[in-house]
């Protein structure tokens, strides 16, 4: 089984910009459909961006942040990318990337990684 490694988040002020990684580990990534996910404290987790297929391409936003959140993926590397500009103290989380098979039942979560977002 692989698993999904998340460095980085941290703190920035509102109005600032923070990319978060995710990088794949023992899986054939370009058969996963890639998305990011966030829970803020009291609230469910929800869904904030993704691809709609493995192959890239279509994505799909959370109202909260479209325009300012942006889905990437490179497949040389593994690696999944969430670019995440004018950030707002609203949008303080933690943030979970996630990988689901195309075509077969394998779901991955990464261990997540808090940003938060304060003056």
């Known amino acids: 089984q692989g698993h999904l490694v998340e460095p980085g988040g941290g703190l920035v002020q509102p109005g600032g910009s923070l990319r978060l990684s995710c990088e794949a580990f023992?899986?054939?990534?370009?058969?996963?459909?890639m998305s990011w996910y966030r829970q803020a404290p009291g609230k469910e987790r929800e869904p904030v961006a993704g691809y709609l297929t493995n192959t890239g391409g279509h994505t799909n936003y959370a109202d909260s942040v479209k325009g300012r959140f942006f889905i990437t993926r490179s497949n040389a590397k593994n690696t999944v990318y969430l670019q995440m500009n004018s950030l707002k103290p609203e949008d303080t989380a933690v943030y979970y990337c996630?990988?689901?098979?195309?075509?077969?039942?394998?779901?991955?979560w990464g261990q997540g990684t808090q940003v938060t977002v304060s003056s």
């Open positions: 996630n990988a689901v098979g195309y075509g077969f039942r394998s779901t991955l």
């Open positions: 023992g899986i054939p990534f370009t058969s996963y459909v």
